[in-house]
């Protein structure tokens, strides 16, 4: 497979472009910063230099062209203001939705956070956060022509991933360590009944590949 991930340089991002170019598939990142791209190349990964914040979604459809799936894992950060929560956390993940349908890409995978709600309140930044990570998951849900899976994880720890996980439309809270995240999104990347779910992610008793085969129903 040639997946593309948004976010290429994001530490979910690193972990999912080891895994799938240690199985051979072709891992494409996105990443705005060019001094980024020798780490993409050490995880085996391309990459692509592209400002999602100030690209056109032609442009973004010229990155997609050809890509079995895309994941949305790009994110302004804890550090970026009120701005950039509407800039990229939800204005990237909306254009390279578009650009998806333009380039004729189903897969589409986003890396949401749990509690994402476009009717969130507050005025705090991790309210605005939320507000716009559950604007862009509600856009892209509401695209006829995307194959869609909206993952929402808990807490996230860079602990050594256990490959053990509770996955499901509601898990409750719980801290969930990134490798485990990877490991989730490439399995749902290999099971296209998972499109359609929109599902919490922590850490939990269930192996990786059964829970995703469980929650979509093979």
Do not use: C
Not at 92 to 117: I, N, P, Q, T
Not at 130 to 138: I, N, P, Q, S
Not at 162 to 167: A, C, D, K, N, V
Request: charged fraction near 25%.
């Amino acid at each position: 497979m040639r997946i593309v991930i948004a976010g290429g340089h994001g530490q979910i991002a690193l972990r999912l472009e080891r895994l799938l170019a240690a199985r051979g598939d072709e891992a494409v990142g996105v990443i705005r910063n060019p001094k980024q791209a020798d780490d993409l190349l050490e995880a085996g990964a391309e990459p692509v230099v592209l400002d999602l914040e100030s690209a056109s979604v032609d442009e973004a459809a010229e990155v997609l062209r050809g890509a079995d799936a895309v994941v949305f894992a790009a994110g302004a950060g804890p550090d970026s203001g009120t701005a950039r929560k509407e800039t990229v956390d939800r204005g990237a993940a909306v254009l390279f939705a578009d650009a998806a349908e333009r380039a004729g890409v189903r897969r589409y995978v986003v890396v949401s956070s749990m509690g994402a709600d476009a009717g969130h309140p507050g005025d705090e930044v991790f309210d605005i956060y939320l507000r716009a990570k559950g604007a862009a998951d509600d856009y892209v849900r509401s695209r006829p022509s995307l194959d869609w899976t909206i993952l929402r994880p808990g807490m996230l720890t860079n602990d050594a991933g256990t490959g053990q996980i509770l996955l499901a439309a509601s898990t409750g809270r719980g801290p969930v360590p990134r490798d485990d995240v990877a490991a989730s999104i490439l399995e749902i990347l290999d099971t296209p009944a998972s499109a359609g779910l929109t599902l919490e992610l922590i850490s939990g008793s269930v192996p990786v590949m059964v829970a995703v085969k469980d929650i979509a129903g093979n």
